[in-house]
């Protein structure tokens, strides 16, 4: 009886073209022995007309029922012998699938091995024919010259010849009248294993006594003591270390191979980036009364392992409330039940931290995963999780979809931020690949829903989201609303390390651990400065605080979150604003310190901070020709600048995208400040989170306005959380601290309760703001955007749609359903293309859009973070 697969297949490029549907069903041949879902296969895709290639996919459903088709196509090969997507991952690919409003073959494709998707090309070359040659155009003129010259070529290879112009119509007619052939070249996949040299004696022993070892009794006397060490071993032995032990060379291993007395083979190595690196090991401490009353609450839940209704939880602990602990013993629970874990982080810049607290805890049992990682080293972490080497991963959000056959436990610390929301990195159409923009906190949930996992949101300022579904219990609500300042040894190695005492903390319930206060956080009005005169970046309260500071060797940060040295460029005499040519939007420009490349940009120069186009520093204007250019705003290196200029004896670091551009800057330059190797610490919303420095004795916020009046309805609440967060970095030690808030508005309840820590004061206010607008989370959105390399046919596409989508509603005669737009974006012009947005109010505004046909400059983003 013949087997039919409905297969995801990855096409290269192919859905930007046409969309595909869900899947593609193929014949599976006779001689292959099984098939199942979850299998990654080689199958045959497009039309005959279009050259048929060779793609890989994923086997979602195997049936033995034909397909009402004409003609169906066979599978061309299996890539892994075994399933390499489990069915609750499967399942949840489906889910992703109805959720995003994204084809499925697009979703499947996150939980594929990395680097592994293969597409073949297509080589096309010449057939010798005895035929006279008939009269051809231009084009085919050229293909055939090039052909014969180079010979066999790929596509890419001719692209590169003729640019722009179309040379594939040509290259068709010359196909159908026999003179030029294509045919399917597969590459190697994109990864590779590593493989480690071994050297061992043979299995049928060779007396060495018959064979001459050498000419000169030196390398005769080498070589029978390498021959020896191997006798002595009698395993096999890497070849580097076994030449560094015994001083031989590698013409003696050649040689002695060559002879029969030793032999050659190969050991594959999964790479592992955490291999070299060194932890402490820690015990577990006594928890406080907080994370005791906690931790019983999850202990409970992980005790029952596979119950049929999973738990989900949201941890709201102040900052220094000992969050991480709790999550720590909860990760031990699962790896005691033999289960396996997740713990996501939102910033690459928190992974080394992270790391070195769970790998002091669980010693050679982690994995680390994030885009930092090569290709290689994702595919072996992959391969490591599947073989079940690997019972804890620290990752980012995409750390979901690894293969995991034993999940009992999900952690998202800093469950607010919003790097768990998948984004476009680019222009949506112009890239190979297109992921479903989906929410690791809903994806995580639904996972655990499937694989009966308990799941832990973590946060000083849970989402809205979050804890709107807490207070209506979908999430069981615990609390941690003190801060630790230590348990009494780490305090005690404090006291001698700063040489003084503890005095500012409140005994805890156990006498291991004390408890202190949040930071008091200071509200300075820029209105009140600039009428006093003062017109620096620095408030005369945060000069002075500064000052205190650097006195007593202690550390300050400061927090900007903007990039670049000013953040537009204008004409003094004609108002000219340097724009991007590709986005409509202000240059930044960057002036680095000290030579500039250090710090990772190329001086001087303004930059696009949307697509990172550039041009020199301008020393006209391009309207007028005044040389009276100048400079306005500020960010991260104009206050590393005044900060050099006010404190030249101060040590500073930079910490933004542009000084972590090598592998590994995040960790250096956290390393360099915990050492006290700096004074003070610039940086952007990556100093936020989650870092706990003792030394840090005072935060200062220069700007907290630069979110608050966005146009957008999160504006607020983004502007609470980052304050809250990052006067959260100081106080975090014996020396106790203080932040303070630069701002032009003082009064604005965002601040305000930032300033108090008071979130329950701050989602009071912003939850009566979201139900009097009808936002989430009373509503849902989804977000519809077009893009279009012309403004006028992008707007004509975006109420063509507007259009069909009103007629759809009131056709469904839906009454809580509304239409937003369709408007420009903020980011009206990204990239060379134009856009424009519908935003839909609905309470499943996916099924409101699925039935649209929107062709592929449309995106839609299903409860979206923003609407800029």
């Known amino acids: ?80 012998a075994t399933p390499v997507i489990g069915p609750a991952h499967l399942e949840l690919a489906q889910w992703l699938a109805e959720t995003t409003v994204e084809p499925l073959s697009n979703c499947v494709r996150l939980f594929a091995p990395p680097g592994q998707a ?52 040509p290259i068709a007619r010359l196909i159908d009248q026999g003179w030029v052939q294509p045919r399917q070249v597969l590459p190697a996949p994109g990864t590779r294993g590593k493989r480690i040299k071994l050297v061992e004696l043979p299995t049928a022993a060779i007396d ?8 000169s009794a030196e390398t005769k006397q080498r070589r029978q003591a390498l021959l020896a060490f191997l006798q002595q071993r009698s395993t096999a032995l890497e070849v580097d270390w076994l030449l560094a032990e015994t001083g031989s060379t590698s013409a003696d291993l050649e040689f002695l191979a060559a002879k029969g007395l030793i032999e050659f083979r190969y050991r594959e190595v999964l790479r592992d980036p955490l291999a070299d690196k060194i932890f402490v090991p820690a015990a577990p401490p006594v928890l406080t009364d907080d994370q005791a009353s906690v931790w019983n609450e999850i202990q409970s839940v992980l005790d029952s392992a596979f119950s049929p209704q999973p738990a989900a939880f949201l941890l709201h602990g102040i900052t220094g409330s000992g969050k991480t602990e709790v999550y720590l013993r909860a990760v031990a629970e699962v790896l005691r039940q033999r289960r396996q874990a997740i713990v996501l982080v939102p910033e690459i810049a928190l992974t080394p931290q992270t790391i070195r607290r769970f790998a002091a805890r669980f010693p050679d049992r982690i994995a680390v995963w994030h885009s930092e990682l090569s290709v290689n080293e994702r595919y072996d972490t992959w391969r490591r999780v599947q073989l079940g080497e690997v019972e804890l991963v ?108 503890a005095k500012s903390y409140h005994p805890a319930e156990v006498e291991s651990a004390r408890y202190t206060d949040l930071p008091p956080v200071d509200i300075v009005d820029l209105r009140a400065e600039l009428k006093s005169g003062n017109l620096h970046l620095f408030s005369r309260r945060l000069q002075q605080a500064l000052t205190e500071v650097l006195q007593r060797g202690e550390q300050a940060i400061l927090f900007m979150n903007r990039r670049g040295q000013a953040t537009f ?44 186009y550039r041009e020199v520093q301008p020393q006209r204007c391009a309207a007028c020709s005044s040389t009276r250019i100048r400079y306005f705003g500020s960010g991260t290196q104009k206050i590393e600048s005044e900060l050099v200029t006010m404190f030249p004896r101060a040590r500073t670091l930079r910490w933004d995208r542009d000084t972590t551009t090598g592998k590994g800057a995040h960790e250096m330059i956290l390393q360099r400040f915990s050492e006290h190797q700096a004074d003070v610490l610039v940086g952007t919303q990556m100093i936020a989170k989650g870092l706990d420095l003792p030394l840090v004795t005072l935060v200062g916020v220069i700007s907290a306005d630069t979110s608050l009046h966005m146009p957008d309805f999160r504006a607020s609440e983004r502007t609470f959380q980052l304050l809250t967060q990052v006067a959260g970095r100081a106080g975090r030690g014996l020396l106790g601290g203080r932040a303070i808030i630069q701002t032009y508005a003082p009064d604005h309840y965002a601040i ?66 509304s239409i937003i737009g369709p408007a420009p974006c903020f980011f009206a012009k990204v990239r060379d293309e134009y856009r424009w947005q519908i935003v839909i109010r609905h309470s499943n505004p996916a099924s409101m859009v699925k039935e649209l046909k929107l062709g592929l400059n449309w995106r839609i983003d299903v409860d979206p973070l923003n609407l800029l």
């Open 752 to 817: 305000e309760t930032a300033s108090q820590h008071d979130y329950t004061a701050f989602v009071k206010q912003e939850l009566a703001f979201r139900q009097a607008a009808n936002y989430p989370p009373f509503t849902r959105l989804a977000r519809l955007l077009v893009r279009d390399l012309n403004a006028d046919r992008a707007k004509a596409e975006a109420e063509q749609v507007a259009n069909e989508l009103d007629a759809l509603l009131t056709k469904r005669g839906v009454t809580r359903g």
């Open 1 to 80: 009886m013949s087997r039919y697969a409905e297969v995801a297949v990855f096409p290269h490029r192919v859905p930007l073209i046409k969309r595909v549907p869900a899947t593609y069903t193929y014949l599976v041949p006779d001689p292959w022995p099984t098939i199942q879902p979850g299998m990654f296969v080689l199958a045959p895709f497009g039309t005959q007309r279009d050259f048929e290639r060779l793609v890989s996919g994923i086997v979602v459903r195997v049936t033995t029922e034909p397909p009402d088709f004409p003609r169906i196509k066979p599978l061309e090969a299996l890539l892994h």
């Open 569 to 612: 460029v204008m004409c003094r005499d004609c108002g000219y604003v340097v724009l991007c040519p590709r986005c409509d939007s202000p240059l930044t420009y960057h002036e680095p310190l000290g030579g500039g490349p250090a710090h990772g940009v190329a001086p001087p120069a303004l930059i696009c901070h949307t697509c990172n």
């Open 118 to 169: 293969v597409h073949s090309d297509l080589e096309y070359a010449l057939i010798e024919r005895d035929a006279a040659l008939p009269r051809f155009s231009k084009v085919q003129a050229e293909l055939m010259e090039l052909l014969h010259a180079r010979g066999p070529l790929r596509a890419g290879q001719i692209n590169a010849v003729f640019g722009q112009r179309d040379w594939k119509k």
């Open 394 to 501: 620290i990752g980012a959000r995409s750390a979901l979809f690894l293969p995991f056959a034993r999940l009992g436990l999900i952690v998202i610390d800093e469950e607010h931020d919003g790097s768990y929301k998948q984004s476009d990195s680019g222009s949506g159409h112009d890239l190979p690949v297109r992921f479903p923009l989906y929410h690791a906190r809903e994806t995580a949930v639904e996972l655990a829903r499937l694989t009966k996992a308990t799941v832990i949101l973590g946060s000083a300022t849970p989402s809205l989201e979050a804890w709107n579904r807490a207070q209506r219990g979908e999430y069981q609500l615990l609390t941690l609303s003190r801060r630790v300042l230590g348990h009494t040894q780490v305090i005690h190695a404090q006291e001698e390390q700063f040489q003084i005492e």
């Open 208 to 215: 060495p006594g018959a064979i001459p070892l050498g000419r």
